[in-house]
């Protein structure tokens, strides 16, 4: 330990020992049980991904962003000069939040987005409404990969399923919330649009994130994601398991 060193000996130690602490990637604690079950939900995740679909199919992973504050500064934000960096007050007024409800196309890219100021079955329902009204009537089966959040499954969301057979439920396994590729543009909007947290009102905000929705749904493309993901997850899976899993229908 030494009490001031140079940016440049980081630097150089840094690459001399092959050390990049600024990425991080997530990884699947060993204490996760990976049983049968575990396995097939994983091979199911992975088909849905990687198979061809049939032109009547569409495969959608849905989740919320949650408390998404607008946050104004009580002294305004200062643009960036050159040798100057943007200057946020760190102290900001409290004005409310709000919860993104969002669902990625696998094939097209394409994001649906539903913002409400709760977060209960009462206006997941109301996104549900809305994909259900957006995706074409041809659409014979949607596929949906959420997790197994009781605001996903209760008594009115099983209700809703019912009268809408074609929208199927899959949960990919505990702790692995990184098979879910929403998550994957929970990122790039959170980099590109939320990285500065300063919005005069939820009004704004939500004009804003609705603007990066239909932005992002202009040059919109699919994540390329591989078996080989999988293939590492199931690799610590006993090697008995080879059955394919049946799909993963909703009550």
Known sequence: MVETISRETVRLRLKRNRLKPWRYKMWLSAKVVRDAAFAARVRNICD?????????????????????????????????????????????????????????DTRSGQVYGYL????RQTEFIAFLEQLDAQMPQ??????????????????????????????????????????????????????????????ESKTYLRDRILTFIAQCNERAHPFRWTKGSFDKILAKCPQEQAEPPALEMAA
């Open 138 to 199: 041809s659409i014979r089966i949607v596929h949906v990969i959420l997790d197994n959040l009781r605001m996903h499954t209760g008594k009115q969301v099983q209700e809703w399923l019912r009268q809408h057979p074609r929208f199927v439920w899959h949960h990919p396994p505990v702790h692995c919330s990184w098979m879910n590729q929403v998550e994957q543009w929970f990122s790039i909007l959170k980099r590109q649009r939320l990285r500065i947290i300063d919005f």
């Open 116 to 119: 409400a100021e709760r977060k």
């Open 48 to 104: 849905l991904y990687t198979r061809p679909l049939a032109d009547d199919e569409r495969v959608l992973c849905l989740d919320e962003n949650t408390n998404l504050q607008p946050r104004p500064r009580l002294s305004p934000t200062l643009a960036a000069l050159p040798d100057c960096p943007v200057r946020v007050e760190h102290e900001y007024r409290r004005a409310g939040a709000l919860n993104l409800f969002a669902a990625f």
